[in-house]
């Protein structure tokens, strides 16, 4: 790795999915463009996705078959292990931790999110899952016949557990909710769910609502509600938090824990652009939100980058809107699912299963519109999804016609 020069005409703060985007548009956009990018990972970018699921459940549990490649293949200079303390938008610069200035032309944020962790609790059997050392770690603790508890009855604490039934551990998944996934998906599917996990060899605990840890001999789990459970490992999967210090510092807009971008991907400071988690964005179907998928990461890090580059070559160019809704998915043992917008079982729900019931479309609506769809072993169907989302707020397709619109299992 190189010395940190002293400016560069992109300077992109993280290392994950948007930010190799970022580089690889830039790139394209703008050949002689030097670029940096300042990640606190001591790894380089992978393809996250993969630390949960293809890691465990393919041939290769090697995360490095899921490197990116970045700094090779799209020029860039790759600082790993590199925190930024400091971004000074006045000045055009950003000071790392070692005290290392360097100026920039444009920036852009894709700091992305860090794990909730519990407050006060360092112990080596305590693990959690977002970075290749994450994965490491993690890997060295579920180790055949290992008791390894994971907290967390969503996203990430369901394809954990599913992911470590892989290993020869004894798997226990303790969560808050009466069912898995019950805040995503319908009695129907989160019970078939359930029964799948059960299946497996994985003992749930609903309603558990974890109070602390004892670090003894063995790890003791203590619920608000006076119940334990003993573990040789646990992993926690209690959500995730923006990593916005950088933005809320230099006082760049921030709403709903988030930064706010313009529809160019522009913060509220000049030549300071934002994309991935962090970024507050204008979705044209469903308003205001940030998403925490690879799908938006992908691409609005590749829109982030475009606009980059030409403001940089020439601000006469119009700039690209990121006009997209993301969408996100995830397998569960031999059942798989896409989705776009907002899976809320609080929202009015409408289930269409195919004759088998082994597939199934679920309308999520808020006042009569759709405000999500969830493709549940269907596939190829998310952007019929978007288009039925977009016609039934435009007031074109009513709720009666739904059954109609995407085929279960297609």
């Known amino acids: 790795m190189s010395d940190l020069k002293h400016r560069y005409d992109h300077v992109i703060i993280g290392g994950g999915i948007a930010a190799d985007r970022a580089a690889r548009a830039i790139r394209e956009a703008d050949p002689d463009a030097t670029i940096a990018i300042l990640s606190a990972d001591p790894h380089g970018p992978v393809y996250r996705p993969a630390l949960s699921k293809t890691l465990w459940h393919g041939d290769d549990p090697d995360p490095h078959s899921q490197d990116l490649h970045t700094a090779e293949e799209t020029g860039a200079e790759l600082f790993t292990g590199t925190l930024v303390t400091e971004l000074l938008p006045a000045s055009h610069s950003v000071v790392t931790a070692r005290g290392h200035r360097t100026h920039f032309g444009k920036a852009l944020l894709a700091t992305g999110a ?50 470590l039934t892989r290993t020869g551990a004894v798997v226990t998944l303790a969560h808050a909710g009466e069912r898995l996934l019950e805040h995503l998906f319908p009695a129907s599917i989160s019970e078939h769910v359930q029964r799948v996990f059960t299946a497996q060899g994985i003992t749930t605990v609903p309603g558990f609502r974890l109070a602390g840890i004892d670090t003894g001999p063995e790890l003791v789990l203590r619920a608000e509600d006076g119940r334990s459970l003993p573990a040789d490992a646990v992993v926690l999967g209690l959500g995730a938090a923006l990593n916005t210090t950088l933005a809320e510092h230099v006082g760049i807009d921030l709403e709903q824990g988030a930064v706010v971008v313009d529809p160019q991907l522009r913060t509220s400071a000049r030549d300071v652009y934002a994309a991935g988690d962090i970024a507050l964005f204008d979705d044209p179907l469903l308003g205001l939100r940030h998403v925490e998928h690879v799908d938006h990461a992908e691409a609005s890090g590749t829109v982030a980058g475009r606009n980059m580059a030409r403001a940089l070559r020439d601000d006469s160019l119009a700039p690209e809107e990121y006009s997209y809704t993301p969408l996100f998915f995830s397998d569960l043992f031999e059942d798989g699912y896409e989705a776009v917008g907002r899976l809320d079982t609080r929202l009015e729900m409408r289930e269409f299963w195919n004759a088998e019931g082994s597939a199934a479309v679920v309308y999520y609506l808020e006042d009569g519109a759709v405000e999500g769809v969830l493709l549940w072993n269907t596939w190829d169907s998310v952007p019929r999804a978007r288009e039925v989302i977009t016609a039934s707020q435009e007031g074109q397709l009513t709720a009666e016609a739904l059954e109609e619109q995407i085929t279960p299992g297609g």
Do not use: N
């Open 114 to 163: 860090s794990p909730r962790r519990l407050p006060g609790l360092h112990d080596d059997r305590i693990a959690y899952l977002r970075t290749i050392g994450d994965y490491r770690h993690l890997r060295q603790l579920a180790v055949d016949g290992a008791r390894v508890v994971v907290v967390g009855g969503g996203y990430i604490g369901s394809e954990v557990a599913a992911a």
